[in-house]
């Protein structure tokens, strides 16, 4: 059946209210508009070990604030003399898309805006079978079992054509959906979901949506697991397996006897997890708007989101590589309400993954925007983040002593310091 005579068969339907309904009460996040400080884009670590440091946060907070802070929207910065912007709900969204369907419905849509509207409508028609097979891994502690019924139950089914892939080096992935339902053991896909160059940030997500959104889990019971004692090479990405990546790891973290000898300390341990999660995903934002835009020039000017995933909540954060636009949503978007799934949350996650339908392209053509500051800071690798394209797997034979390297390179060409000349 064609999208069009689909759609046409859930006009009038309660699903059509319930998604007037949800629009309705939409909740209207605002977006910090995130400028970076410092960070360690000219080298190429793995998402894992990227360094991000946002200029509000620093200007702002003390070091110690920093570290006892959950997440970012827990520093409350005394807004003296750091000039703040965020976007706010209505400028980042296409208002008039959602007005049209609040006050026509479905009848009147543009062909472009069809297929999205045709993915929601199924979901909210089995919205209540999801929400089950949602709420028994609740106490579910395996990362891939987890990752597995958050796409098979709640994300796939919020892109048209149920496009998704599952990182395929995840450990344990299972064939068939681990959700509880007898009636499902829906096939899990899975496939290369690699992002990034050897010259530039790389690593895994955990899945691809559609494509081109980039979603990683955050806050998994088997994650904080992993991070107790062991090497913390294998925090987050621990399917990196590459030899660079071990190398990289090793030389850019903190050696593994510090590590064993914060084990007593769980807090510590607990906000330096919190800042490793945010500076990841902001470089997995970045590196996959890059990645895209490479892949499909026709993106160039979307801000395009990456979610990190929790079992509760989603974070979501957008960069536009063209303009050099950086924002991040200011409030979590929590996914359960108190009667089952928060449907105008729902909805606001399925808004995200049809950017291209529901956002605004070239936000920083109508609004006087920060840069991200990437660009400038990245300016010596800009070229190698614009040629990177997704789904590349890295090369294992790169050579893995890649500082060595240079200081021969360095000492064979170089010129012999030369005497200062006296000061007069
Ligand atoms: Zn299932």
């Known amino acids: 059946m064609s999208v069009s005579r689909e759609l046409k068969t859930f006009e009038g339907s309660v699903e059509e209210v319930v998604l007037k309904t949800a629009m309705t009460d939409l909740v209207t996040y605002d977006f910090a508009n995130l400028v970076i400080e410092a960070c360690n884009a000219l080298k190429p670590v793995s998402f894992v070990n990227a360094d991000v440091l946002i200029q509000s946060v620093y200007l702002e907070e003390s070091k110690e604030k920093i570290y006892a802070a959950d997440s970012l929207e827990d520093l409350k910065p005394d807004s003296t003399n750091v000039e703040y912007t965020f976007v706010a709900y ?138 107790c004692i062991e090497t913390d090479d294998k925090f987050e990405e621990e399917n990196l397996s590459d030899p660079i990546q071990k190398d990289k790891d090793e030389e850019a973290g903190p050696s593994s006897p510090k590590r064993i000898c914060k084990d007593d300390n769980d807090n510590e341990e607990k906000e330096t997890q919190s800042q490793q999660m945010i500076d990841q ?77 529901f956002t605004i392209k070239d936000l920083a053509d109508d609004y006087e925007l920060k840069r991200s500051n990437f660009h400038v800071l990245a300016k010596y690798r800009l070229e190698d983040y614009r040629k990177i394209k997704p789904g590349k797997a890295f090369n294992p034979t790169y050579d893995c002593d890649y500082y060595s390297d240079v200081l021969i390179r360095m000492r064979k060409k170089g010129k012999k310091a030369h005497k200062k000349l006296a000061e007069h």
């Open 90 to 227: 209505d400028q980042l969204f296409n208002t008039g898309i959602v007005k049209e369907l609040i006050d026509h419905g479905i009848g009147e849509l543009r062909e472009e805006w069809k297929p999205a509207v045709l993915a929601i409508l199924k979901f909210l028609r089995d919205r209540k079978y999801h929400q089950e097979a949602l709420s028994t891994m609740k106490g579910v502690g395996d990362e891939a079992e987890m990752t597995a019924v958050m796409v098979q139950h709640l994300f796939s089914h919020l892109t048209a054509g149920n496009d998704y892939v599952i990182d395929n080096r995840s450990k344990n992935l299972p064939k068939y959906c681990p959700c509880e339902m007898e009636n499902c053991k829906a096939m899990i896909k899975n496939g290369c979901t690699a992002l990034g160059s050897l010259q530039t940030w790389h690593g895994n997500a955990d899945i691809i949506l559609n494509q081109n959104i980039a979603v990683s889990l955050i806050e998994c019971p088997s994650k904080e697991k992993n991070l």
């Open 281 to 357: 995903v902001i470089a997995q934002t970045i590196t996959n708007a890059f990645s895209q835009v490479s892949k499909t020039p026709a993106l160039s000017g979307w801000l395009i989101p990456t979610f990190g995933c929790a079992l509760d909540h989603v974070i979501a954060l957008l960069y536009d590589p063209k303009n050099d636009v950086l924002l991040q949503c200011v409030d979590k978007i929590p996914i359960w309400g108190f009667y089952g799934l928060y449907l105008p949350s729902i909805v606001q996650i399925w808004m995200f993954l049809n950017f291209t339908v």
